[in-house]
T-cell receptor
Framework: GDSVTQMEGPVTLSEEAFLTINCTYTATGYPSLFWYVQYPGEGLQLLLKATKADDKGSNKGFEATYRKETTSFHLEKGSVQVSDSAVYFCALSGRSGGGADGLTFGKGTHLIIQP | NAGVMQNPRHLVRRRGQEARLRCSPMKGHSHVYWYRQLPEEGLKFMVYLQKENIIDESGMPKERFSAEFPKEGPSILRIQQVVRGDSAAYFC???????????FGQGTRLTVV
């Protein structure tokens, strides 16, 4: 079945450092790919998404490119801030449109940004 | 517009008791989804409901677990005769339509002692 693997945390960086959180997936067909973020004390929020190969999703300075050849969707940000400290979840949906009934999540990566 | 509200945030139950988890979707949302996150695992889909209907319960254990989304009131996830293995974080999400972005609640952390 479908699965998502993302790097273990916690990941600790200094403010203004470059961020990469790796995510690879296994799925049949052509899934849609997502990054969700969970800030302390809050629910998961959709950060960005890509629905087909070579698409780049971007939001709040974060980017991720759908790489079909490497089955990856790595999350990057050029200069992180303390406010980016959160848990980041990579997810895929094998269903058209990415409805939430078809989401498969990774285990989450806890990101800690130090001033 | 308040977000998806789940309560309680934390719930402790003894083995054999019943656990009831509530989820109030965002205003205008008629689609509700429940996910479970076991320790050291990713979120796993459990059930998808629309008002008064279960659309997909393929991820829900066949015994002891049930879910409803009545015409009025919140969606309820009910776990009967809880066991230690039910200890997890349970997340609810809602959306206005079938293939639209879903918004998640903060989750209910169930601990079975």
């Amino acid at each position: 079945g479908d699965s998502v693997t993302q790097m273990e945390g916690p990941v600790t960086l200094s403010e203004e450092a470059f961020l990469t959180i790796n995510c690879t997936y296994t799925a049949t067909g052509y899934p849609s790919l997502f990054w969700y973020v969970q800030y302390p004390g809050e629910g998961l929020q959709l950060l960005l998404k890509a629905t087909k190969a070579d698409d780049k999703g971007s939001n709040k300075g974060f980017e991720a490119t759908y790489r079909k050849e490497t089955t990856s969707f790595h999350l990057e940000k050029g200069s992180v801030q303390v406010s980016d400290s959160a848990v980041y979840f990579c997810a895929l949906s094998g269903r058209s449109g990415g409805g939430a009934d078809g989401l498969t999540f990774g285990k989450g990566t806890h990101l800690i940004i130090q001033p | 517009n308040a977000g998806v509200m789940q309560n309680p945030r934390h719930l402790v139950r003894r083995r054999g008791q019943e656990a009831r988890l509530r989820c109030s979707p965002m205003k205008g949302h008629s689609h509700v989804y429940w996910y479970r996150q076991l320790p050291e695992e990713g979120l796993k889909f459990m059930v998808y409901l629309q008002k008064e209907n279960i659309i997909d319960e393929s991820g829900m254990p066949k015994e002891r677990f049930s879910a409803e989304f009545p015409k009025e009131g919140p969606s309820i996830l009910r776990i009967q005769q809880v066991v230690r293995g039910d200890s997890a974080a349970y997340f609810c999400a809602s959306s206005p339509g079938e293939f639209t972005e879903a918004f998640f609640g903060q989750g209910t952390r169930l601990t079975v002692v």
